[in-house]
C-alpha cells in the first residue's frame, strides 16, 4: 500500500492506494516543520483512526510539505512518519516538488503555489532547476491566504475596510483588537488563523473592494515571484493551491494583464499526486 500525502500548513491531505486503486482519502491538520515538532506530528496522525486501520499494511509513504525545503526539517517529519509506519519506505520532499508532479507536468512550466503561504518554481521538464526565496508570512507570502490576512486585519484595526465588509468579518469571527493580538502575537499558527479569512472572502468575491483587493496581491506575487524567471514569456504557468482555485477568474486577469500563459489552476494537488504515483512511480 502507498500513502500519498500533501501538506500545507493549515491541512495536510492523504490518500492511500492500493495497486493503484484508492483505499482512504481523508485529511488531518497540516504539518509544517516551522512551526511542529515530530512529536505533534506523530500524536496527530495516531489520533486518526482511518489511517491507523492500515498503518502497519503501508509499505511507501511519500509526504510532499509546507517547509520541507532542508534536510534538517525534512528529518523532522521522517522520525514521526518512521515511528507511526514503521514497515514503510518514507519519503518527505517539499511542496513545490508536489505541485510540479500534480500538474503532470513533462514539458518546462513554472509551478506556484497559492495556499495559506505562497511559492513558485521554474520546472525545465526533468527537474527543478531555480527557485525564487519564500520568505514566509512576516516577510513575504505575497498573493497566500497568510498575506491577504494580514492585510485584511490591518485594513480592520485601521477602520479602513467598507462596513459591510467590516461587519461580516466582525461577526463571522468575533474580531476585536485583543482577539487579532492574541492570536497574531501570542498563538502558534498565526500564518492559518489569518489565512482562514479568505474562506469568509469567498463568500464575497464579487463584491468591488474584495475584487480589487485580491486583484492586486495576485499581481503582487506575478511580480515578485513569476516575472523573476525569464521563461515566464514563453512557458505556461500552473498553479495549484485554495487561493489560485477560489480566484481564478481574478489570477487570470491578473496573468492576462503580466502576459503570463496559465496552464492548469488545481484545488487540491493530493489525487493528481496519487495518481503520478500509481503510473509513474
Known sequence: ???????????????????????????????????????????????????????????????????????????????ALRFVFKKAQISVTHDLEGAVYATLAKEPAIICILGTGSNACYFDGNEIVEKTFALGHILGDEGSGAYFGKELMTKYLYNELPKNINDLLKERHGLTKEVIFQNVYNMPHANVYLASFMKTLTEVKDDPFVREFVYKGLSKFLTYHVWSYKQHKSVPTHFVGAIAYHFQDLLM???????????????????NLAKYHSEVV
Not at 509546507?66 to 526539517?73: H, L, V
Open 1 to 79: 500500500m502507498k500513502l500519498i500525502g500533501d501538506s500545507g500548513s493549515s491541512v495536510c491531505d492523504w490518500v492511500l492506494t492500493f495497486e493503484g486503486n484508492t483505499v482512504l482519502e481523508c485529511r488531518t491538520m497540516g504539518f509544517n516543520p516551522f512551526f511542529h515538532n515530530e512529536v505533534v506530528v506523530q500524536y496527530s496522525l495516531e489520533r486518526n483512526k482511518e489511517l491507523m486501520q492500515y498503518a502497519d499494511k503501508i509499505t511507501e509513504v511519500h509526504f510532499y510539505g509546507a517547509g520541507c525545503s532542508s534536510e534538517k526539517r525534512k528529518n523532522v517529519l521522517r522520525r
Open 253 to 271: 486577469e491578473a496573468c492576462y494583464k503580466h502576459r503570463i500563459k496559465v496552464g492548469s489552476i488545481i484545488e487540491r494537488p493530493i489525487f
